[in-house]
């Protein structure tokens, strides 16, 4: 098993930055896919951006060029460099871990971090 806790998040005026942490409870090494989602109030749960263990990156169309994921095995945490924020990109931001285990996979989640940006 393993434990996810996110920080990093805030008030940022638009256009400015914020970088947000994921610690893991144990080396992310064998996590297959780490990634951030994200939930603004009325909303579903939407992909933000993915990374496999072997660095591959995946971002959902509305912050490609703005956001980065990194992954930094030794600290066992994940990032979410945000730049160019936007008003609707507020919400609620969630880490993800998917876990491969046997011949299944146990997805994790961390309780989010509120990322609140204004005009």
């Known amino acids: 098993q393993v434990q996810l806790v996110e920080s990093g998040g805030g008030l940022v005026q638009a256009g400015g930055p914020l970088r947000l942490s994921c610690a893991a409870s144990?080396?992310?090494?064998?996590?297959?896919?780490m990634g951030w989602y994200r939930q603004a109030p009325g909303k579903q749960r939407n992909l933000v951006a993915t990374i496999t263990s072997g660095g591959t990156t995946n971002y959902a169309d509305s912050v490609k060029g703005r956001f980065t994921i990194s992954r930094d095995n030794a600290k066992n945490t994940v990032y979410l460099q945000m730049n160019s924020l936007k008003p609707e990109d507020t919400a609620v931001y969630y880490c993800?871990?998917?876990?491969?285990?046997?011949?299944?996979?146990?997805?994790?989640w961390g309780q989010g971090t509120q990322v609140t940006v204004s005009s």
């Open positions: 144990r080396s992310i090494f064998s996590i297959t896919v």
């Open positions: 993800n871990a998917e876990v491969h285990v046997g011949l299944g996979v146990v997805d994790y």
